[in-house]
């Protein structure tokens, strides 16, 4: 058996009861695991605080730690459904594909994604997919309103050359950071894909921290034949209405 399938059986079995909690012997109850896989794993997630185990009453419950991640993921839900209209407006005025991603340690993540005609480029955003900060658009426009702790551990990091347009440069990075604060948007010019450019904003909430950011992604044939003035304004302004109703 998979053991993530008895660690997550077993949590589960935990949760169940998280008003009255559970002992060893409820939980050897209700999975079908070996006793000493359950006496193990039990062991193991309280050593890890994601369960709590209270000595006198000899009963598990699920740690704040293991709320908090549930939170985490919830906020998550609720902020994509937040942004989905505000998506799909920008996708009708613009007539690209629109993005929005949110920070999952030193990567992003894509949560959400409004298809249009993608010009028959295969594009990298696929929603659940991880995507590096230093190389794409959203991944700049969020790093560049991080914490200085979150830039510093990003450009420490071995950072991959994916195609020749990619800058690897920590300085060369800072300074553009420095510039995408000033102006607000970030572009990412075939850093991470060859033939194509995005175009994003960064998503601010209360006290100007990052929720996110969105983007539009264009073919880079688009952007030397009619220029991307419109697009950045597009996203820009997209970007402070989202912002602002999230108390930005």
Known sequence: MNP??????????????????????????AVSLPKSSVHRILRDLTEIGYLDYNPET????????????GAEV??????????????????????HTVNFGVLDGSMGVFVEKVESQ???????????KRFPLYCTGMGKA??????????????AEPLKVLTD????????????????????????????TRGIVCIAAPLLG?????????????PSYYKEEQGIDKEIEAVKK???????????
């Open 238 to 248: 997209s970007a402070a209405v989202i912002s602002q109703s999230l108390g930005g």
């Open 74 to 95: 919830m906020s998550h839900f609720q902020l994509r459904k937040h942004v989905r209209p505000h998506l799909e407006s920008l996708n009708v005025a613009t007539g």
């Open 142 to 155: 969020m790093l560049a309103f991080s914490p200085q702790q979150l830039v510093d551990k990003v450009l």
């Open 4 to 29: 993530l399938y008895k660690i997550f059986t077993i949590l589960e079995a935990v949760v169940a009861q998280q008003s009255k909690g559970v002992t060893y012997s409820d939980v050897v109850a």
């Open 58 to 69: 000899k009963k598990y419950f699920g740690s704040m730690r293991l709320a908090a991640t």
């Open 206 to 218: 209360f006290r100007q921290e990052v929720v996110g950011a969105i983007s539009i992604t264009v």
């Open 118 to 128: 993608d010009y028959g480029i295969r594009l990298y955003s696929e929603v659940g």
């Open 165 to 192: 347009k990619t800058v690897t440069d920590p300085d060369m990075l800072r300074n553009t950071l420095k510039t995408i604060r000033e102006e607000g948007y970030a572009l990412d010019l075939e850093e991470i």
